[in-house]
């Protein structure tokens, strides 16, 4: 629920809230997808993988040089915490974390895997350990430090050679 907390996709109509259970914020181009024109799809319900959810609001489109690419933003339910083990080994979501300034990213991420390790459900039944790790929303795009990444990420080395060509180019122009 603290989504809008961490990101800034402009919310132009309804509310930024997604703390009750059930409810959405659909972009503009998903609203035009599932509506017909002329409809508002606020307070209407639409269902999600089983689930019937309420459309609080509308985002505008999100920007294509985003990493993030969604039609909507819903609520996570109230039963969607770990219960057993498999459940940490479950990477179906990317987590995203606000540190204060000054904090050790490292630290932080020890601090984690402990409290798992704690609840005793880090090892699961097929072998797999959820292992956390931090990564800085500015190396995101030349994904830095991740085996996985939810879009696929850049390189530096190819930005900085193309960078010299152009400048190159330029200069000889």
Known sequence: NGFFDVFSFDVV?????????????????????YFPAGADPLGSVLEVE????????????????????FDFVASMPDDASPRDGREWSINNFTTYV???T?????????EIARAIDA???APSAD?????????????????????VDIDAAGSALYAALFAALALTVSWLS
């Open 50 to 69: 089983g689930i019937d959810v309420e459309v609080t609001g509308l985002l505008a489109d999100v920007p294509t040089t985003s990493h993030l690419r």
């Open 98 to 100: 606000m540190l204060e």
């Open 13 to 33: 109509r309804g509310e930024a809230r997604l703390d009750r259970p059930g409810t959405l914020l659909l972009t503009r181009d998903a609203a035009a997808r």
């Open 119 to 121: 609840s005793n459900t």
């Open 127 to 147: 072998g797999n350990n959820f292992v956390p790790h931090l990564q800085p929303m500015t190396g995101i795009r030349f994904g830095t430090g991740v085996a």
């Open 102 to 110: 000054g904090a050790d990213a490292d630290r932080v991420a020890g």
